[in-house]
């Protein structure tokens, strides 16, 4: 398959202190601390290990073991431990761990979505395998969501009448290997009564679009992650283009990262817009661009 999309993904190894080794996408990193004191802040969440002042900057401190179910990690063994400093979601964290391996070089055709055996509890959007043993990919936004204590429909945006019937005259798709964020994503549509289907991978959204196309309902708004095993958002917006039957869809890619490249990447893929998940106004107010211009386009 022809594409102009950047399959290569740089993954952070690191482990916890049950030994379990996990990664972490390395465009989320901002930097490696060794461990330094972490100053505990009153009526902090369990899970929230504290804070500290990294270059003139006070950021929380998560203790990743501790929000999966793991354990804090023992004081004897924080002498040992990092702080990995990561920029997603639009906030700034450390997470505590207990070890850091190395970077490695893979890819997102590599990387394998989790057996739904595993049931929804996980904490990973993937596994890679390396030197014969899998790799777990740590899905950093169900962590945020475990320690946010507010209730994500408390951020659902409310629109008229009139936007709400426009919206509900698009066929909606929402496409995100994170079952937080489709959740958060979904609970908007929900909310304004507004249809739509959802699926968790790019290769099974690419055939629902080719399926509803062939009978004449194709989709008209395509709500994609970027990072994502398999086909990723970048080569899902591609393919859509480049198919004359879907490529009439408006695209609307968003990641974690917070990143300008990202940006730059979707709209050379075809993206209409790009956003830094997750904000309920923003995605609201991108697919009523949306479907105004495609309503514009039928007149």
Known sequence: MSSKAHHSQGLLLFTLHNRQRFAIGTLKVRELVPYQPITPMHHQQPGIAGAVTIRGTTIPVIDMAAVIGAGAIPKDELSKAYIVVTDCQRRVAGFLVSGIERIIETNWREIKPPEPALGKGVFITGTVELEGKLVQLMDVELLFARLDASDTKAALVSVTDVDRELLRMMNILVVDDSRTARKQLTDVLSELNVPFEVTDNGAHALEIMHQKAARGEAIDILVSDI?????????????????????????ILHTSLSSEISVSQAHQVGANEALTKFDAKELARSMLNGARQLMEKKD
């Open 227 to 251: 990072e994502m095993p398999g086909l990723d958002g970048y080569e899902l917006a591609f393919e859509v283009r480049s198919a004359e039957a879907l490529a009439h869809a408006y695209i």
